[in-house]
């Protein structure tokens, strides 16, 4: 052996000395004695702790502005502990075979799945990891959800000291009432009812199976949402389970193998949400979260919440819906009536506060409020922003002459506009045109031509900019004349507060649904309803001038009583899928809408003609008679308030020999040549009047043929005519 060889033996002699079976076991057993020794000083030092915030949350009531009881909402945690012996014995089973088979046998951990789930949280690979029974409890009613070694170390020696402290039956049962199921529901028999409309005592085996797979994912799982994916994955999991209460004899394999899946009900408002409850809750809490309150905030409870609602002006815009609407409707055998949804939003016009609400038929039926929603156009009225935007910048008509309510127009119907970029030539209701109406009798009657025309004389961009100052929302709001025809989006709550701005002179109004709400731990700042003026006392008074003529003698007459002061506008959307009527009274303002909402899945909007078999459903009809019937009540009956109006604009008049308000019977366009005349001869005129603009006694205001009996057969309502690409002379429906 040379000394090579030497010297590797030696190296070798002296690593086999250093690394010995004897220290090698020594050392393991020196390091195991110092973790049992560490274990034991944890498990002195953890205490079990009182019960955390999550398992004690606390409601959030809600009350109407006298302070009597509106609701009380759980928020997230809709929780109602039960007794375990309530729960059917096969369904505890069920949750013991999906989540821990050896639950009445083990002593509360899994050590291998803590040691996963420690080893992954240090490596930053996720939640992976397996807990019992026993643990999970203890992580929902004692700790937090959080992913920490701190936690898990806890977690471990908690459930230990629980498991030995704790009967089985006790643990099970506190796991069914604090772990979460989705929709809403923590506690199983929330979860009986969210899924299956059923107490948990009337759950039968393959009901909770499916609970108990939901566990895994109830957000994926949950069958109303899930993905095909979703679907699969949950009812393999549900099919696992089963199997597992077979394994360990807790169902036969004959009775196993007859269960088919149980697809859970479609979700449903919370309990105790019915009727308008439900909406009032949403729109609070909106208002809420717009004022900085986190979903967190608002889900942890505590809050009573006072409402600005009026107990009794709601309950009577309730009544005048029944009253006026849906005792007139047959949801069940009219195709048209059961697409019919009311919408409606009632405002103090001089302090924002929202009154009355209502969203549709309950809360727990149709879950989109419909006083709040934004898919559907204002149509028609939002002419009277067109004319609040000319008085506010002073605008002038192509001719030069400042317009106010006495500035005469070219009414022809399908008139292309003149002085504008982009070609728009809407055709009137009816496709009637008027000689040179007034503004007011273009109000009254709600002319398409007139307004077209002074979009562009006003501008696009100032009329809209003039809306947004009002309050109307920026959605689907291009800066082209079609705007006229209210082509935008807005919801009842929107218009509410422009008409209520309207009604305080021009002082912005912004709808607030929230009087007060307090916390013992954060406070909330109630918003201000009334803001700085948004255009001058003088436009707005103007306007509102305009709009009570509308009630008098337009298209609003439904409205009209000498029990109040009133001014208002009609509104009916292309294809007559939007029928609206928003008008004021010095102390109280309004918008009611009739949407056509398709009863087939995916919904969509469809047209209202043909509710309650009456013809065209427009904003003079069903929507005037629900305001008027709820404004009379709300007011006891009547008022003699009086609007104060100031600095009214009534215009200039061109030096001209004076025009006929008839109907042209040549129907000759304005002043642009290319313009072909109108197709039908004032004194005869082929379609009938419709609700916007109806015939009134004097002749010179109205045409002279008598209305058609059959409203059903006009053509299109009057903000529903203009061509979606503003192409000139064509009577194409608009907002396709």
Known sequence: MGRADERRAARSGGIRRLFTWRKILGTLF?????????????????????????????????????????????????????????????????????????????????????????????????????????????????????????????????????????????????????VYYGRGASGIQAAAQAYYGVDAKDLDTAQGAYLAALLQAPSQYDWANATPTGKKLVKERW?????????????????????????????????????????????????????GITDEMLDSGGWTITLNIDKKKQKQLEKSVDRQLENQLDRENNPVDATVQAGATSVDPKTGRVLALYGGVGATQHYISNATRQDYQPASTFKPLVLASALENESTTQGGDRIGLDTVYDGTSKRPVVGSDTPFAPQNEDDISYDSPTVQTAMDKSINSVFAQMVVDVTPSAVKKTALDLGVPDKNFPERPAITLGTMNASTWDMAGVYATLANHGKKVTPTIVKSAEHRDRTMEPVDGVGGQAISRASADTVTKALTEVVDIGSGREANTSAYDAAGKTGTSEDNKAAWFTAYTPELTTAVALFGESTKEGGGQVSLTGTANSGRANGGGFPARIWADYTLGALGGGSDATFDLQGVERGETPVTEAPSATPSETQEPSKTPSEEPSETPSESPSETPGEESPPVETPSESPSETPSETPSETKDPEDGNGPPGERPGNGTILGQ
């Open 30 to 178: 020196g390091f195991c004695l110092l973790m049992m020794g560490a274990f034991v000083a944890l498990y002195v030092y953890v205490d079990v702790p009182a019960a955390n915030a999550q398992a004690q949350k606390q409601s959030n009531v809600y009350k109407y502005s006298d302070g009597s009881l509106l609701a009380r909402s759980n928020s997230e945690v809709n929780r109602e502990i039960v007794d375990l012996g309530v729960v059917p014995e096969p369904v505890q089973h069920a949750f013991v075979a999906a989540e821990n088979k050896s639950f009445y046998r083990d002593q509360g951990v899994d050590l291998k799945g803590t040691t996963r789930g420690l080893i992954n949280t240090l490596t930053g690979k996720g939640k992976q990891g397996g807990s019992t029974i026993t643990q999970q409890y203890v992580k929902n009613y004692y700790l937090t959800q959080d992913q920490t070694v701190t936690r898990k170390l806890k977690e471990l020696v908690i459930s230990l000291k629980v498991d030995r402290s704790t009967k089985k039956d006790d643990i099970l049962a506190g796991y069914l009432n604090t």
């Open 239 to 291: 099919a696992y389970t089963l199997n597992n209460m077979v394994d360990e004899g807790w169902l036969d394999q004959a009775e196993r193998d007859k269960l088919t899946f149980p697809v859970p009900t479609a979700p449903k408002a919370a309990p105790g949400m019915e009727g308008q409850t439900g909406y009032l809750v949403e729109a609070a809490n909106d208002e809420m979260k717009r004022q």
